[in-house]
């Protein structure tokens, strides 16, 4: 491992000397070719590594460095032959990395490992749905078996997949969303009745103050730099509001450009406010705080009254309760001075339009929820909602996370939803909630949950807990992974364990010798067509359709009125029964033929009317709590690097962090290395220090001087999530709280890189 000083920059040539040769390198010249002049254009496939929306007019190459090489890793032709599974028993398989096992190639025939057996071994489809339907329809309630699903899903599968879910008999629904943005969806939902995006892709370029927020989009979203971009351009102003400094909100070197392949990019942060680990919430009251103060000074000058008195509810309650924030919490709870503050809050005042974009660095918290009922607030006083260059914008990851649950992957999806699926299939489905991804593995290690079935994804690496949830997985009488490549879900199953090979985004998918396509929906709910230009992997690898309609009809055989064999061949019928189920989806077929796709319809966005429970938009009261962090511990984050998307690992660098050949390490800052008595390039044991009293140990990390803010330290996900108790969750979404974690550092002896290489 190597380290040196991280970057002030993100993008330019660098960006294309990373991407060409990891595109060649994977999926060779043709492959290369085909699949990046197709990858997000309006005639091509949707890029699996986000969910950024499309800009208006594309250009030639419409990706970027990270999009490049999720593609390569999905596309390469590399396949995994049935020798593999007979020289590589579970008990080798678990021991290697997250990196290895997805180097190993494309899964591309189904296996199954029997009860008591070390390895998996191939069987035919029709045997390995023969083997599900068995474990599924011998459980004594449906509520035993889980069925989680990944935000790569499409609409047409998801739809399906919630569709067999619920015709079974459970609304165990678990998602990848559970895990990050269910957060938003609480809070937004409560306050302005829509828990999504409440801005379009072109209303960056018309804010004039854009607050990112927990986000590193350099590196998670990196085509949101280009439209950062554009609205600095435009004469924007951007605040960067994180605790650690990130590159790409430093500069941005675009790499289609002239000027930022000649170095000098574009300067994108005016402000950089290096918060401490769970103080958001107390500098959005502390802003909001200020705003009310203005108005004060200047009646009738800062608020929007109009808009208050018009469209909210609650504003009364909301002011008198910031009357009593008292400064010395605020400055505590986010190491901030009161000039910044200040300054932050000017530039709020001063403008009139204003865009809040946030990630994980707000949802993986306990107060996540009231943390962004604060967003809300602070957008309401200025009616900052529901006009140009306004709103409250969440950046989803998964490339169609959000379409997902729109297409009814929940577990608590309304009576109207449910309602319109039994008009249209003549069954009625299950009523009572059923469990998210937390609940389902705490389902599991209790026994209650015997059957796992995931529609992509790697959720026992995704979940908190590691050692919990892995447990939790052994339990159950049989888990099924339905994926394109290894992760490390597949080598810790259950008793019986199935490995399904799917179709990627990139490939070709024919069903009776018809090309079929699939939709997604990207953050700022625009819909659109995705078609992968690529042959198929092998033969006999299933697109998801195929597998959930062949499924359903092995399973059910007959138990609803439901043509499964008619809705895996021809998709059209699958987007027909959404067009009359899900909302705004009407004449599905016809308008997502249109070239652009089509825009769902957002109340508050489209008409500033708000379907909340009072129908109207809602300030609300939250009480700011800060985390107490005893003398001598540090409050730790989970993080990403550079080369990698969720889970999955392209290499082991974090250029941007300036961290090479190497993750086991721990970002401090320097005064707090020099206060805890350690040195950057020291190895230690990370503890974790629960309420529960368990030791959850990170076992030696190389410590790692970094620019972080006092007290706060970072780790690579998911690594990390060894460190984060299952039962430490988000107040109202249950989402883990991955970014607040209070831990001790013990010094630990080098690893033996030697005996690691042997």
Known sequence: ?????????????????????????????????????????KDGFDCMSCAWPDPPERKAAEFCENGAKAIGWEAEPLRIDSRFWAENPLSSLETRSEHWLGQQGRLVEPVYKAA???????????????????????????????????????????????????????????????????STGVAMGETIGVGKSAITYTDFAKSELIIVMGQNPGTCHPRMLTALEEAKRAGASIVAVNPLPEAGLMNFRNPQKVRGLAGKGTDLADQFLQIRLAGDMALLQAVSKRVLDAERRAPGSVLDRGFIEEHCQGFVGFAAHLATLQERDVLAATGLTSAEIDELAERYIRANSVIITWAMGLTQHKKAVPT??????????????????????PIRGHSNVQGDRTMGIWEKMPPRFLDALQREFGFDPPREPGADSVDSIRGMRDGRIKVLVALGGNLVHAMSDTSVAEAAVRKTR??????????????????????????????????????????????????HRSAGPLEPIAPGVLSEVAIISRLAQTVLNGKVPVDWSGLGRHYDTIREHISRVVPGFEDFNA?????????????????????????????????????????????????????????????MNDRYRGIKKGRMVLLVNP??????????????DVHGEADDGVDRVLPQLRLVAYPSARGCAAAYFPEANVLVPLDSTAEGSNTPVSKAVIVRLEPAAAPDFAAAAG
């Open 1 to 41: 491992m190597t380290v040196s000083e991280p970057k002030r920059f993100a993008a330019g040539l660098p960006s294309i000397s990373e991407t060409l040769p990891h595109a060649l390198a994977g999926m060779g010249p043709s492959r290369t070719w085909k699949t990046l002049k197709a990858v997000n254009q």
């Open 116 to 182: 008591g057996s070390d390895h998996y071994a191939p069987i035919n489809w029709d045997r390995a749905f023969e083997i599900m339907a068995k474990e599924l329809n011998l459980l004594d309630d449906p509520n035993e078996a889980t069925f989680y699903t990944s935000g790569r899903t499409s609409n047409e599968a998801a739809f399906l997949y919630q569709l067999f879910v619920r015709a079974f008999g459970t609304n165990n629904l678990p998602d990848c969303s559970n895990m990050c943005h269910e």
């Open 372 to 393: 962004i009922k604060e967003i809300i607030n602070l957008l309401l006083l200025r009616g900052n909602i529901g006009k140009p260059g306004a709103g409250p914008s």
């Open 478 to 527: 049989l888990s099924v992974q339905i994926s394109t490549k290894l992760n490390r879900s597949h080598v810790v199953p259950g008793e019986q364990a199935l490995i399904l090979p799917t179709l990627g985004r990139t490939e070709i998918d024919r069903q009776d010798g018809v090309e079929q396509f699939v939709t997604v929906e990207d953050t700022v709910c625009a819909v």
């Open 591 to 651: 308008r997502i033929r249109a070239r652009d796709g089509f825009v769902l319809p957002h109340a508050p966005r489209d008409s500033r009317t708000f379907p909340t429970s009072t129908g109207k938009a809602m300030f609300t009261v939250n009480e700011l709590e800060t985390i107490g962090v005893p003398r001598g511990r540090l409050l730790l984050q989970t993080i990403r690097a550079h080369d990698q998307f969720n889970t999955t690992t392209y290499t």
């Open 671 to 684: 005064a707090d290395l020099a206060e805890l008595g350690f040195a950057d390039g020291q190895y230690v």
